[in-house]
């Protein structure tokens, strides 16, 4: 079983820069789908990135294209989602998910897909 423990967000003006890192304990991410959701306070689950770390296919929700990146060091079992160029609206918590590549596939989006979940950590990004 994956136990995933995120980190790195915080209190950021905007246009600011933060980077989140998810780190998997518990199992190497081989063949995995790694996802960085994020939730407001009165919204949904939303699906920001995805990263596939056998196939290296990459997924980004159009709000964030251009602006975040997400990328894995399979060295040390942990994906980072590089957040720059900061808005307001960006601010929630900030959750990674893992589950199976074959299961999630191109349906990254679906949170009911994953299920293995870190803690979240929270980003807060102010006007």
């Known amino acids: 079983e994956v136990q995933l423990v995120e980190s790195g967000g915080g209190l950021v003006q905007t246009g600011g820069s933060l980077r989140l890192s998810c780190a998997a304990s518990?199992?190497?991410?081989?063949?995995?789908?790694i996802g960085w959701f994020r939730q407001a306070p009165g919204k949904e689950r939303e699906g920001v990135a995805c990263?596939?770390?056998?196939?290296?296919?990459?997924y980004y929700a159009d709000s964030v294209k251009g602006r975040f990146t997400i990328f894995s060091d399979n060295t040390n079992n942990t994906v980072y989602l590089q957040m720059n160029s900061l808005k307001p609206e960006d601010t929630a918590e900030y959750y990674c998910?893992?589950?199976?590549?074959?299961?999630?596939?191109?349906?990254?989006?679906?949170?009911?897909?994953?299920?293995?979940w870190g803690q979240g950590t929270q980003v807060t990004v102010s006007s």
């Open positions: 518990g199992s190497t991410l081989d063949n995995y789908a």
């Open positions: 998910a893992a589950d199976a590549l074959f299961r999630v596939g191109s349906s990254w989006r679906l949170p009911g897909l994953y299920d293995f």
């Open positions: 990263i596939g770390t056998s196939d290296g296919k990459i």
